[in-house]
């Protein structure tokens, strides 16, 4: 569906634009993501973090003629055969747009919501009702105040039924989401702790969520939870209830649970009198719950039962995840395991341009492609389109369609009829220097692929979860004034987790700085692509040239490295460089003191190489109520020397004190910018759970290589220390305190998490294994272990070795593979 300019202006209730004809088939929310510039209308957004008028100009020079603002930037102001539409709100223009489009068609229209599942739920819906509509649903999790209306955009007249999730955060989003998607068909998946900090409660929570249903014709949801059932009530939806349950015998729908012993799941509903069965091969909580409400929508929809029984059990599983892992040879893989449609192609090629970099070429390596209603002609020239527009250099197609549309590709482009073929004909040193983007429906196994172009084979995994990077970003941020910038501590490496990665999501994020231990962590954050400010806590120098080349922003905390900086950099004709002034307000560990600030301006006004951009402290006790006098003292001292540094200089001087700690206990202390560190990886540093729901961004993990069974007396691993007093099954792990498994987490002192259960270790940890108990947990070789994640807490192995939970993040060796991913 294509609108022109005047149809847009109409709908916003606006005076006709000046270029009348200007036709809109693409709305855009992110200016990285132009495709068809011509075509776009740009929603100039203003965020907590950003400002999408910011980027009017770029777009202008890249094509685009058609603008949603809530004022005209002063540098684009008369530009010829642009279109500026002047709203007050411009989110609110882009629901009003998305709202407008969604009343043209008298579809069905399914609306999910809920805290898990959503997506699995409609990609198995689309599974299951693909072969009787021309389904529209929404990209990858697109469930925002954003990503429901560039979701409904899809919608057009070829379209017979829509799937849309509904994702909130806070108060009050359902109604926006409600009137846009006006669902004919609720289901609500579940109602559990995630995005719970924006509520005042969990029932608060729930009764916003079900305000979609407020217009259905129809909701179905799961009536053994007593907070789902007691607010449905509540709220009085005026919908049919077909809400189903495993212990009610008066619910609309009883449910029978079978799970069996091969993996598999027999499901019964009993509706009307009548009893439908089907069977899915997941075994799992959350995979059945999602199954019986995919079966109660089939059935209201009159979707036949054997026809239902036949789909169930050829579901397949929803991978939501984008992996970035080393590839051979100084590649980088991105592995997208979600569907191999045309509409998530999009949002996997954004995520990737996001990460190249100029040592880099781009390659796609891309199945045949599914799509709903668009000519296979269209689609794979629109393709085409697409991987040019993103800087795609090198493409490799897998399948017999996008191989017979290979002339729509440039040259630099090969193409095999499967996966078989690839394989048989490529080698890992065909690839060299490239970011690779690997997508492809399920039915060609493209896991084999990822599986040969990785670096490193090791079993035994880093998992960084960069969704839980961005929501606990967001979780502080929530806890700091606007004007308020966040220095994020990216040292060690990530504290472990790899500084790349989390530095471009924290860019994305509108983090203020990333700091950094030294300055050649620094070095390597600009070679793979960042751009924003960098500072150096401890910037002892070799290499100024490529300090200074890099604008990396040195911590200044004595003298004696003052004076070498003025020098240095008068050597390299530098001008008004921005350091960073450390005070020494007690932590008595690197710092001017307050004695030294006299001193101090006269040598900083004396010369020109350098100016001050902030001026900061450390806390020593923030974390220990018991000391607050103290920490009160250091405030006074910090106020004091910050305050007189200020007075000798005319520009404004940025000041930051405050810990992750210090944001919880001491907001009143914030300043100007305020540095986030251990609780950004998810681990709390206060008892309370003041910190809000922080979660865990690394997970360790590995897997069971061998089990065998002893019987009792036998002795395990080196001096035979891990005595066995009863008859036991004992699985190897490929984790030793080579990886980073310390030694003292042997002898049965700590556990491992397998298939729901503890697993003491036994014996000794050796250098490449270790050894656990898994006589009392039913498991197999493959299975996969946690050693540390959301079940065995980093601060748990912490607290048994005495130590602090940096130490357990930062041990993880460099041979442990990490697999970056986000949802």
């Given at each position: 569906?294509?609108?022109?300019?005047?149809?847009?202006?109409?709908?916003?209730?606006?005076?006709?634009?000046?270029?009348?004809?200007?036709?809109?088939?693409?709305?855009?929310?992110?200016?990285?993501?132009?495709?068809?510039?011509?075509?776009?209308?740009?929603?100039?957004?203003?965020?907590?973090?950003?400002?999408?008028?910011?980027?009017?100009?770029?777009?202008?020079?890249?094509?685009?003629?058609?603008?949603?603002?809530?004022?005209?930037?002063?540098?684009?102001?008369?530009?010829?055969?642009?279109?500026?539409?002047?709203?007050?709100?411009?989110?609110?223009?882009?629901?009003?747009?998305?709202?407008?489009?969604?009343?043209?068609?008298?579809?069905?229209?399914?609306?999910?919501?809920?805290?898990?599942?959503?997506?699995?739920?409609?990609?198995?819906?689309?599974?299951?009702?693909?072969?009787?509509?021309?389904?529209?649903?929404?990209?990858?999790?697109?469930?925002?105040?954003?990503?429901?209306?560039?979701?409904?955009?899809?919608?057009?007249r070829d379209s017979e039924i829509g799937i849309f999730e509904a994702g909130i955060s806070l108060s009050g989003e359902m109604k926006e989401l409600q009137a846009m998607i006006q669902p004919t068909l609720g289901i609500l998946t579940n109602i559990g702790g995630e995005h719970a900090e924006g509520f005042p409660s969990k029932r608060d929570k729930c009764r916003e969520k079900i305000r979609l249903f407020k217009e259905c014709e129809c909701v179905i949801y799961c009536s053994d939870d007593p907070l789902i059932r007691e607010v449905m009530e509540e709220e009085e939806i005026a919908a049919r209830h077909l809400d189903w349950s495993v212990t009610d015998p008066d619910a609309t729908v009883?449910?029978?649970?079978?799970?069996?012993?091969?993996?598999?799941?027999?499901?019964?509903?009993?509706?009307?009198?009548?009893?439908?069965?089907?069977?899915?091969?997941?075994?799992?909580?959350?995979?059945?719950?999602?199954?019986?409400?995919?079966?109660?929508?089939?059935?209201?929809l009159g979707v036949a039962p054997e026809?239902?029984?036949?789909?169930?059990?050829?579901?397949?599983?929803?991978?939501?995840?984008?992996?970035?892992?080393?590839?051979?040879?100084?590649?980088?893989?991105?592995?997208?395991?979600?569907?191999?449609?045309?509409?998530?192609?999009?949002?996997?090629?954004?995520?990737?341009?996001?990460?190249?970099?100029?040592?880099?070429?781009?390659?796609?390596?891309?199945?045949?492609?599914?799509?709903?209603?668009?000519?296979?002609?269209?689609?794979?020239?629109?393709?085409?389109h697409l991987l040019k527009q993103k800087g795609v250099t090198r493409i490799i197609g897998i399948g017999e369609e996008i191989s017979r549309h290979a002339p729509y590709f440039n040259q630099n482009s090969k193409f095999y009829r499967s996966t078989e073929e690839f394989l048989s004909n490529t080698t890992p040193n065909d690839f060299s220097h490239e970011l690779i983007l690997i997508k492809g429906s399920d039915d060609f196994g493209f896991h084999r692929l990822s599986e040969v172009l990785e670096a490193r084979q090791h079993e035994t995994v880093l998992e960084v979860n960069l969704d839980a990077v961005v929501h606990n970003f967001n979780n502080f941020r929530s806890r700091i004034k606007p004007t308020t910038g966040i220095v994020a501590m990216v040292k060690a490496s990530g504290y472990g987790a790899g500084s790349y990665e989390l530095a471009k999501t924290l860019q994305s994020q509108g983090a203020a700085y990333l700091a950094v231990a030294v300055a050649d962590e620094g070095v390597d954050l600009r070679k793979a692509g960042i751009t924003m400010p960098i500072m150096v806590l401890n910037p002892r120098v070799v290499n100024y040239t490529t300090l200074f080349d890099c604008r990396l922003e040195p911590e200044i905390y004595s003298f004696e490295i003052l004076e070498e900086f003025i020098r240095e950099g008068r050597r390299h004709g530098i001008h008004d460089y921005p350091v960073h002034i450390k005070l020494d307000t007690g932590m008595h560990r690197?710092?001017?003191?307050?004695?030294?600030?006299?001193?101090?301006?006269?040598?900083?006004?004396?010369?020109?190489?350098?100016?001050?951009?902030?001026?900061?402290?450390?806390?020593?006790?923030?974390?220990?109520?018991?000391?607050?006098?103290?920490?009160?003292?250091?405030?006074?001292?910090?106020?004091?020397c910050s305050e007189s540094l200020q007075r000798g200089f005319s520009h404004h001087i940025l000041r930051h004190i405050l810990n992750s700690t210090g944001i919880t206990r001491f907001p009143e202390h914030q300043y100007d910018m305020v540095r986030l560190g251990i609780c950004l990886y998810g681990i709390p540093t206060m008892p309370d759970h003041s910190q809000g729901d922080l979660r865990p961004v690394s997970t360790l993990r590995t897997s069971v290589i061998s089990i065998k069974e002893w019987p009792a007396g036998t002795t395990i691993g080196y001096s035979r220390k891990g005595l066995l007093h009863r008859r036991s099954r004992i699985a190897t792990l490929p984790i030793g305190y080579a990886d980073g498994l310390n030694r003292h987490l042997g002898y049965g002192?700590?556990?491992?998490?397998?298939?729901?259960?503890?697993?003491?270790?036994?014996?000794?940890?050796?250098?490449?294994?270790?050894?656990?108990?898994?006589?009392?947990?039913?498991?197999?070789?493959?299975?996969?272990?946690?050693?540390?994640?959301?079940?065995?807490?980093?601060?748990?192995?912490?607290?048994?070795?005495?130590?602090?939970?940096?130490?357990?993040?930062?041990?993880?060796?460099?041979?442990?593979?990490?697999?970056?991913?986000?949802?």
């Open positions: 569906m294509k609108y022109t300019i005047s149809q847009i202006s109409e709908i916003l209730e606006l005076k006709a634009p000046a270029f009348l004809l200007h036709t809109i088939s693409v709305l855009l929310t992110d200016s990285r993501s132009v495709t068809y510039p011509s075509e776009s209308l740009f929603f100039a957004l203003r965020t907590r973090n950003n400002d999408g008028h910011r980027y009017i100009k770029e777009l202008i020079e890249k094509g685009v003629r058609n603008f949603i603002v809530d004022n005209v930037p002063v540098n684009v102001v008369g530009t010829p055969n642009v279109n500026f539409l002047v709203v007050k709100d411009v989110k609110k223009a882009l629901h009003t747009i998305a709202r407008h489009h969604r009343m043209q068609y008298g579809i069905p229209v399914i609306g999910i919501t809920g805290s898990r599942g959503k997506t699995t739920l409609k990609e198995w819906l689309y599974q299951l009702l693909q072969p009787d509509y021309r389904i529209v649903r929404s990209p990858r999790s697109f469930n925002s105040q954003i990503g429901v209306p560039l979701s409904l955009w899809e919608m057009n009883k449910v029978t649970i079978n799970k069996r012993s091969d993996g598999s799941t027999g499901i019964k509903c009993h509706i009307n009198g009548a009893d439908h069965e089907a069977s899915i091969n997941f075994n799992d909580p959350a995979s059945i719950e999602n199954a019986v409400g995919a079966i109660i929508a089939l059935i209201y026809k239902i029984a036949a789909r169930m059990e050829r579901l397949t599983p929803v991978g939501t995840r984008l992996n970035v892992i080393e590839g051979v040879n100084d590649c980088m893989l991105i592995y997208d395991s979600y569907t191999g449609d045309y509409h998530s192609l999009s949002p996997a090629l954004d995520f990737m341009q996001r990460r190249a970099t100029a040592d880099r070429t781009s390659t796609v390596i891309l199945s045949d492609v599914m799509h709903e209603t668009m000519t296979s002609e269209n689609m794979y020239s629109n393709i085409a690197l710092g001017f003191l307050e004695a030294d600030m006299p001193r101090l301006k006269k040598v900083l006004q004396s010369q020109d190489v350098l100016t001050p951009k902030s001026v900061f402290s450390h806390l020593a006790a923030a974390d220990s109520p018991e000391m607050d006098d103290y920490t009160m003292e250091q405030f006074e001292i910090f106020a004091r002192n700590a556990a491992v998490w397998i298939n729901g259960r503890r697993c003491p270790t036994v014996g000794s940890i050796c250098m490449d294994v270790c050894m656990v108990d898994v006589t009392d947990t039913p498991c197999k070789v493959g299975d996969t272990v946690e050693v540390f994640g959301h079940n065995i807490s980093v601060i748990e192995l912490a607290d048994i070795l005495g130590t602090i939970p940096y130490e357990i993040l930062t041990s993880v060796a460099s041979r442990v593979k990490r697999v970056y991913y986000r949802e």
